[in-house]
Nanobody
Framework: QVQLVESGGGLVQAGGSLRLSCAAS????????MGWFRQAPGKEREFVAA????????DYATSVKGRFTISRDNAENTVYLQMNNLRPEDTAVYYC?????????????????WGQGTQVTVSS
């Protein structure tokens, strides 16, 4: 079982950048594919980005493609989400998640473990 702790959220102006981190513990990090999801007030949780556990292949939601970058450092047991050119509509609680299966998943049900979330607020 893996435990996940997100950090790096905060308040930023539109056009600014933030880097979220998700530190994993309790199991071998490289065994897990990782994903980021977000949930805005009154909305369902949605997929943001994912990175696979073997090839490191990535995929992104259309709304963040070209602005966000997911990466992982297996030596540091951490997955990152670099967010550039932030928009007010990016405001949400951001969650990282881990999956044991191969490949990436766009669905919450494809993930086995979740962090507690970190708040990102983008002001206009």
């Amino acid at each position: 079982q893996v435990q996940l702790v997100e950090s790096g959220g905060g308040l930023v102006q539109a056009g600014g950048s933030l880097r979220l981190s998700c530190a994993a513990s309790g199991d071998t990090f490289s065994k897990y594919g990782m994903g980021w999801f977000r949930q805005a007030p009154g909305k369902e949780r949605e997929f943001v980005a994912a990175i696979s556990r073997v090839t490191g292949s990535t995929d992104y939601a259309t709304s963040v493609k070209g602005r966000f970058t997911i990466s992982r450092d297996n030596a540091e047991n951490t997955v990152y989400l670099q967010m550039n050119n932030l928009r007010p509509e990016d405001t949400a609680v951001y969650y990282c998640a881990a999956r044991r299966a191969l490949g990436v998943s766009y669905s919450q049900v494809g993930y086995d473990y979740w962090g507690q979330g970190t708040q990102v607020t983008v002001s206009s």
